[in-house]
């Protein structure tokens, strides 16, 4: 018998595919900000202030990312799920492509964080409304039984835009002096961002539309105004999601933006160093990520996030520790352990949000969800690090993670009362 994956390779190839190039765009710029933006685009009176400002910088997406949710989702419950992604994978990459042209703030002032907010906010657009596109894009293709195996491919892209992105900036350090990587060496991801982009949309190009929402269409026209349905209809349950994903980007942006800088800063381990450590630890969300699918399938994806919850709650209280105590072996085990069990908050959403909406608002529903819960636990989640750090070390920053924890089961409890 033939593999459901061999029978849908081409749509698991476009999610997968299409979203490694959407987290690569978003992450080279989590990086970026980490290592450079600070004193390249902000004046400030300390390294902390400007990189707190880098970071802010870096928040501004997960602002526009809900935004992009409903912007895209409304299309995309309206016209399709195929057009809507290659149209967010194109604002995606131009946005990401033009801050490899942009002037620092010793060149033109002011303007210059102007313009890095502006595109920064376009990559969050951009990325408001790939996730949810490419989760439907897999599991309204799914065969019975299959739906949390197939979701959990385009959350492959996390771990492997993440490899490219930081493995491209790994390369470049390595080949320029600080000052060469400083002046120009950063811009380079930035442009090679075209070549990946461009093959997205051309396997995205390729594809249909997915069965279960053009049955959806055969069998209804399509809702005028789909947020406005979801505000009406299902705000509690789509309340209850965005609290249920805050884990997932709160791990996330810990274990890869804030632990980039702090290790490179307060640490003082090189970016050579550090970025290889994280690189070996990104494969541990992709085993997790993996896992977490099997599992979600064999029992029910709810249970293998409940279990992911409690597993952050308890992992947040060594994360802060690990981290803190200076020893490279103890950072990597933090990074490694926090990164596995996102994998159980992560792999199964591709599956679980977008089962609590019915075909002709999930675009929408799935999408916003996901995004606001990312300005709870992405966007605040490297500022509030700092801070907290500044204030009282990185134990207290491990508390941000078990707290997010807290936040995501409360969310999942929510959600089966809908």
Avoid at 12 to 21: E, I, K, Q, R
Avoid at 130 to 154: Q, S, T
Avoid at 155 to 180: C, D, K, R, V
Avoid at 185 to 193: Q, T, V
Wanted: glycine share 12%; proline share 5%; aromatic share 14%.
């Amino acid at each position: 018998m033939t593999s459901p994956y061999r029978q849908h390779r081409r749509i698991l190839v476009a999610s997968l595919v299409g979203t490694a190039v959407e987290f690569y765009d978003f992450y080279i710029y989590a990086t970026a900000a980490a290592l450079v933006f600070g004193p390249l685009f902000f004046p400030a009176s300390s390294a902390s202030a400007q990189l707190m400002l880098s970071f802010l910088s870096f928040g501004l997406a997960f602002i526009a990312r809900p935004f992009g949710a409903i912007l895209f989702g409304h299309f995309g419950d309206r016209i399709g799920r195929k057009s809507t992604l290659v149209a967010s994978l194109m604002l995606m990459g131009v946005s990401t492509l033009l801050i490899a042209f942009l002037p620092t703030y010793a060149m033109v002032g002011w303007v210059a964080p102007l313009l890095l907010c502006i595109l920064r906010f376009g990559q969050g657009l951009g990325l408001g409304g790939e996730w949810g596109g490419a989760a439907l894009l897999a599991v309204e293709n799914a065969p019975e039984g299959w739906r949390a195996r197939f979701g959990m491919i385009p959350q492959l892209g996390a771990p492997i835009g993440f490899i490219a992105a930081n493995g491209l900036f790994l390369l470049i350090g390595m080949g320029l002096s600080e000052a060469e990587f400083a002046a120009w060496g950063w811009r380079i991801p930035f442009l090679a961002s075209a070549i990946l982009v461009g093959l997205g949309l051309w396997v995205r190009l390729k594809i249909n539309e997915t069965p279960e929402f053009a049955q959806a269409l055969a069998k209804d026209p399509p809702i005028p105004v789909p947020i406005g349905e979801l505000i009406r209809n299902h705000a509690l349950v789509t309340f209850a999601g965005t609290f249920a994903v805050v884990a997932c980007f709160a791990i996330f942006y810990l274990s890869t933006a804030f632990a980039l800088a702090h290790g490179t800063v307060a640490l003082g381990y090189s970016r050579e160093v550090f970025l290889t450590t994280q690189l070996s630890a990104i494969l541990f969300l992709a085993l997790g990520i993996i896992v977490s699918g099997i599992w979600s399938d064999a029992t029910s994806a709810a249970r293998v996030l409940t279990w992911g919850c409690a597993a952050t709650i308890g992992m947040g209280l060594l994360f802060g520790p690990l981290l803190g105590s200076g020893s490279l072996w103890l950072v990597w085990t933090a990074l490694s352990l926090a990164l596995f069990v996102m994998g159980f908050v992560y792999g199964p959403l591709g599956a679980w949000l977008p089962s609590l909406f019915p075909p002709r608002i999930r675009y929408t529903g799935a999408s916003l969800a996901f995004n606001a819960g990312g300005i709870l636990g992405g966007a605040v989640a490297p500022i509030a690090a700092q801070a907290l750090s500044d204030f009282g070390g990185t134990s207290l920053v491990g508390l941000y993670l078990t707290i997010a924890g807290v936040f995501s089961l409360v969310g999942l409890k929510l959600a089966r009362r809908f």
